[in-house]
């Protein structure tokens, strides 16, 4: 699929760090899970729960931050596998969907990211990070004004009339479920 300037723009401007800190930890990003981790690094999941003290079926948490073992795989390759990893979820939305424009909401009392996210069609936490590089996450309080991308999927949709298949190619609408400041 062909990358346009939007496009282009959001897989160079992700603003996660996926990287090891000097004290052998790393912050848990989108999409990320106990799984991953353990793939990335050629040991057990269980091995990750018990260097954080984690019980089974715990989920990690986006902006936790978590201890890894780096026995098996350098901090290098960890980085490089988990980058990997990102670039190719980036790719896949980018060669079915494209940003068509922007706007602004005014984050209200009792909202979080998620539920703001969910709002809108197509919109990962990832993507919602990259357009917001300077707001903190892990603090977005009321007020707060986050810049939304507007998604709109590119692919041939397939619908059913009178018990047959029809192919089209317009592409759905941005849905906006969340009312916004401008």
Same mark, same amino acid.
């Given at each position: 699929?062909?990358?346009?300037?939007?496009?282009?723009?959001?897989?160079? $401007?992700?603003?996660?760090?996926?990287? %090891?800190?000097?004290?052998?930890? #790393? %912050?848990?990003?989108?999409? %990320?899970?106990?799984?991953?981790? $353990?793939?990335? =690094?050629?040991?057990?999941?269980?091995?990750? @729960? /018990?260097?954080?003290?984690?019980?089974?079926? +715990?989920?990690? *948490? #986006?902006?936790?931050?978590?201890t890894i073992d780096t026995s &098996?795989?350098?901090?290098?390759?960890?980085?490089?596998? &988990? &980058?990997?990893?990102?670039?190719?979820? !980036? /790719?896949?939305?980018?060669?079915?969907? @494209?940003? #068509?424009?922007?706007?602004?909401?005014?984050?209200?009392?009792?909202?979080?990211?998620?539920? #703001?996210? !969910?709002?809108?069609?197509? =919109?990962?936490?990832? =993507?919602? @990070? !990259?357009?917001?590089?300077? *707001?903190?996450?892990?603090? *977005?309080?009321? @007020?707060?004004?986050?810049?939304?991308?507007?998604?709109?999927?590119?692919?041939?949709?397939?619908?059913?009339?009178?018990?047959?298949?029809?192919? +089209?190619?317009?592409?759905s609408p941005p849905m906006r479920?969340?009312?916004? $400041?401008?």
């Amino acid at each position: 699929a062909l990358v346009t300037g939007a496009e282009k723009v959001a897989l160079s $401007a992700d603003p996660s760090d996926y990287t %090891e800190s000097s004290d052998g930890t #790393i %912050e848990v990003q989108a999409t %990320e899970t106990l799984g991953h981790y $353990a793939e990335w =690094l050629d040991v057990r999941a269980t091995r990750l @729960r /018990e260097l954080n003290r984690m019980r089974p079926g +715990t989920p990690v *948490v #986006i902006g936790q931050r978590l201890t890894i073992d780096t026995s &098996r795989v350098s901090t290098d390759e960890f980085a490089q596998r &988990r &980058r990997g990893y990102h670039q190719k979820l !980036q /790719e896949d939305f980018f060669a079915i969907n @494209r940003i #068509i424009g922007t706007e602004v909401h005014v984050v209200r009392r009792g909202e979080s990211l998620w539920l #703001i996210a !969910q709002g809108y069609q197509n =919109l990962p936490i990832w =993507l919602l @990070r !990259q357009y917001n590089p300077d *707001v903190d996450f892990d603090d *977005v309080r009321p @007020r707060t004004e986050l810049t939304l991308p507007l998604v709109e999927t590119t692919v041939p949709r397939q619908s059913t009339f009178a018990g047959s298949q029809a192919s +089209t190619t317009a592409p759905s609408p941005p849905m906006r479920g969340i009312p916004s $400041a401008h």
